[in-house]
């Protein structure tokens, strides 16, 4: 869950698990949860915000990045898909750099750099 920022059916009954074992309220194993996923989304951030632009006008900017070896837009969903499952209050993407790996001539991995936002892009 950490990783992806998403429960999923099994990491869901391995912690109803757990605070049964642990003999947990309802309310705290919650407010645990809660606290946890708010400590990996902030990791996340501190991972993605660009240090020379921490706060432009009091909005944070994130540089993601991603690759695929399928294709350029699964490089750029890749960067998205883990950015907004991290942070779902993104508004705006952009790519600013392209590459690629060659292997025998051929685009082997494409690799992107977005900046995103959670403000409205002028």
Do not use: C, N
Request: glycine fraction near 4%; hydrophobic fraction near 40%.
């Amino acid at each position: 869950m950490l990783h992806d920022h998403k429960l999923d059916p099994d990491e869901r009954a391995f912690l109803e698990r757990l605070r049964g074992d642990l003999g947990l309220a309802p309310d705290v194993a919650t407010r645990l949860y809660e606290q946890g996923s708010e400590a990996a989304r902030q990791r996340y951030l501190q991972r993605a915000i660009v240090p020379e632009s921490v706060v432009v006008a009091s909005h944070p900017r994130l540089e993601l990045t991603g690759e695929s070896e399928k294709s350029l837009e699964d490089a750029v969903r890749a960067a998205l898909d883990e950015a907004t499952r991290a942070v779902p209050e993104l508004r705006w993407a952009e790519v600013r750099e392209i590459r690629t790996e060659l292997s025998q001539g051929r685009i082997a991995r494409w690799r992107v750099k977005l900046r995103a936002g959670l403000d409205a892009k002028d």
